[in-house]
């Protein structure tokens, strides 16, 4: 028996590092999975037979979860195809960094959108499912650069941490229907960047800093997220998990 048996994941930003390696962890612990990515049908078809290889179902769709339309559409494909959805993972995000006072009205709402917006689309239609089954678990993603508060972050900050609030609320609101609602909040992963240039010196984050002396891999934050949405961690709920190698204590 899986621990996962029997469950449907919506993982949105899946077809490539946390998303791609959470999907697969789920597939092996016996969920069925949606993947989500922006754009890359070629990503997101790739990560789905991977799924398949592992027995399961999975369900590739390409939307952006800053469209409300475009979200309600992927939603109403996964319950079309599935009956519903047990399992919500907030991943897709972007972390452009930008001096404040160069910070334009469309950079603010093009973070916000994403992360924030995006976040509340996906969790808002996901929601009657999980109400109705008496079954729900909701992730959202942070970062230790939100918590220490980097420079040229603060709209990607706000945003963040805005996760932070609203997964709280949640938690109180739907534990009634055994929805449970938590955050991971991941250190300095060794992960692709599609876009080098949003980070300072235009370099990925590295190991500096850690005191494990490495980064962490996508496989150690697909298994945090496997503890919060198993039975494991089923007395969690409102709660950010640090991920980060012991970089900073929050």
Request: proline content about 4%.
């Amino acid at each position: 028996m899986g621990k996962l048996d029997g469950r449907v994941a919506l993982i949105t930003g899946s077809g490539r590092n946390i998303g791609r390696a959470t999907a697969l962890k789920f597939a092996e612990e016996g969920a069925d999975i949606v993947v989500n990515a922006r754009s890359n049908r070629e990503e997101a078809e790739a990560v789905a037979e991977e799924v398949r290889a592992l027995g399961r179902r999975a369900l590739p769709v390409l939307a952006d979860v800053s469209s409300k339309e475009q979200v309600d559409s992927m939603v109403k494909m996964a319950l079309d195809e599935f009956g519903r959805i047990d399992i919500l993972l907030n991943n897709a995000a972007i972390r452009p960094h930008k001096p404040f006072l160069d910070l334009t009205l469309e950079d603010w709402e093009y973070v916000r959108g994403v992360v924030l917006d995006g976040a509340f689309y996906c969790t808002h239609a996901v929601m009657p499912s999980m109400v109705e089954n008496n079954y729900g678990r909701v992730l959202f993603f942070t970062g230790d650069g939100a918590w220490a508060g980097g420079a040229q972050r603060g709209h990607v900050s706000a945003a963040k941490m805005g996760l932070v609030g609203f997964s709280r609320s949640l938690a109180t609101e739907f534990a009634p229907h055994n929805v449970r609602v938590n955050v991971v909040s991941p250190g300095s992963i060794d992960t692709s960047r599609a876009n080098p240039e949003w980070y300072p010196e235009s370099r990925p984050p590295n190991a500096a800093g850690i005191p494990l002396g490495r980064q962490g891999k996508t496989e150690e934050i697909a298994a945090a997220c496997l503890f919060l949405v198993s039975d494991d961690g089923g007395f969690i709920t409102g709660q950010t998990l640090h991920v980060n190698g012991g970089a900073a204590f929050f």
